[in-house]
Nanobody, 120 residues
């Protein structure tokens, strides 16, 4: 069955960096677009970044130039490199699988989430 297991979250000071990883199994990883969402307390879940099966990427404006999504098809893993972190980046970050290779496909599976806290 499909599994997405996130790791790499934690507490970091403003201006710091974290790299989130999402290990995927149960499907042909290279055939599917993947994405990262986040949900802050009392806020709706929002799309942060997505990557197509071919490697095209897309970001929400608030993270452009600071976050980078990438994938390693040999390791069945998608990453989110987060630099210059701000307190407003504090949220639970969710890895998600999309229903096809294009970024525009709907999400059809979610990981369990990993907490990121940006605070001094």
């Amino acid at each position: 069955q499909v599994q997405l297991v996130e790791s790499g979250g934690g507490l970091v000071q403003p201006g710091g960096s974290l790299r989130l990883s999402c290990a995927a199994s149960g499907f042909t990883f290279s055939d599917y677009a993947m994405s990262w969402y986040r949900q802050a307390p009392e806020k709706e879940r929002e799309l942060v970044a997505r990557i197509s099966s071919g490697g095209s990427t897309d970001y929400v404006d608030s993270v452009k130039g600071r976050f980078t999504i990438s994938r390693d098809n040999a390791k069945n893993t998608v990453y989110l490199q987060m630099n210059s972190l701000k307190p407003e980046d504090t949220a639970v970050y969710y890895c998600s699988k999309r229903a096809g290779g294009a970024m525009s496909r709907r999400v059809d599976f979610w990981g369990q989430g990993t907490q990121v806290i940006v605070s001094s």
